[in-house]
């Protein structure tokens, strides 16, 4: 399939679930935004869709003859997700691979985006028919892996990470989510789940570490109410800058597949 007008298509994911893929590709998608950049975001987690709760953000998506018009957030970004194609957000998506396989090719070659920066796509977990239609049939610049600091989450994020190397998918960076919290009475960094495994997951596979984001308690809250695009902090600008710089330096032959 053709980009059209989208510079750059950015896939988010991790493999497994429960890591906050989702609030990472909110979080990051709203700090481009800020900077004046045109953001979409593809939500390709057919089945648990997340992105419109984040935004709080409802349907129906619309054809004007053009393609699907997506719907479009409060600060201007444009997004389509399942969610938007159900009575009500308690409703199931309940399809066999085949239709969603269908659905996110049409997400992102039946839909009119417009010009866009970047793409942002977040992905669903596994590593199965999702993941492979996504590689297999979108012209992706590169890939975003979240994980959280346990054991069993830098198992899983290796898994979807040589999934993506396995189809010559550019590997962009690691992102480690829940990393620490922030004492509040005297403002030191506390790994609540213990030290995690990222940078050596980092230098294993050769990409940056973009970011480690904090368990804060205003991204729930934000989250919730479906206000997760006011949230910013040092650390998601960290983020955006770590994608921009992995970005640019594949566009201009710095950066090889492993």
Known sequence: ????????????????????????????????????????????DITGPSIPKLFGMV?????RGEGIEPAVSRT?????????????EQTPVIWRGPLVTRLIT?????VHWGTLDYLLIDMPPGTSDVPLTVFQTIP???MVFVLTPQD?????????????RDLHVP??????????????HCGERIPLFGEGHVDRIAEE???????????????????????????SSPEIAALADGLIRSVDALTQGATTVL
């Open 205 to 231: 596979y050769g990409v940056p570490l973009l970011a480690r984001l904090p368990l804060a308690p205003e991204i729930s809250s934000l989250a919730d109410q479906g206000r997760l695009e006011e949230f």
């Open 76 to 88: 201007g970004i444009p997004v389509v997700s399942s969610q938007f194609m159900v009575e009500d």
């Open 59 to 63: 349907g129906p998506l619309t054809d």
């Open 140 to 142: 992706i610049d590169g």
């Open 1 to 44: 399939m053709d980009k059209g007008g989208i510079r750059h298509v950015v896939t988010v994911g991790s493999g497994k679930g429960g890591v906050g893929k989702s609030s990472v590709t909110a979080l990051l998608a709203a700090e481009l935004r800020r900077r004046g950049l045109a953001v979409g975001v593809l939500d390709a």
């Open 171 to 184: 590997l962009l960076g690691v992102v480690e989510n829940m990393a620490w919290i922030r004492c509040p």
């Open 152 to 164: 069993l989450a830098a198992l899983i994020v290796k898994k979807a990470m040589n999934m993506a």
């Open 106 to 110: 049409q997400f992102f070659g039946g």
